[in-house]
């Protein structure tokens, strides 16, 4: 078993297979480790994504999947590349 198995653990997460924004256990998550284990740069991390996905989301109208997704091999990790287009809101 994997920890990427535990964060699609149905009695933590409900619809743990659906990308939700905003969980209120999202501390949960098991993608930084967990106790002495726990990644040094995970705030720095959390910081960038935080950023990074807010910008997008300001930037941008509309976004969607444009092309086919990679996924990791072992498929309990999921999809490690998704190409998206973005229409962007100085398009208009």
Not at 29 to 48: D, E, I, K, N, V
Not at 73 to 84: A, D, L
Request: aromatic fraction near 6%; proline fraction near 5%; charge should be negative.
């Amino acid at each position: 078993m994997t920890y990427a198995a535990a964060n699609r653990d149905p009695e933590v997460f409900a619809d743990p297979h659906d990308f939700v924004l905003g969980r209120e256990n999202v501390n949960k998550h098991l993608g930084f480790g967990r106790g002495r284990h726990r990644c040094a740069g995970m705030p720095l991390a959390r910081m960038a994504l935080q950023v990074g996905l807010k910008v997008m989301l300001e930037e941008s109208l509309d976004w969607d999947i444009d092309g086919e997704l990679q996924y990791a091999k072992m498929p309990e990790m999921g999809v490690v590349s998704c190409p998206v287009r973005i229409a962007s809101n100085e398009a208009m």
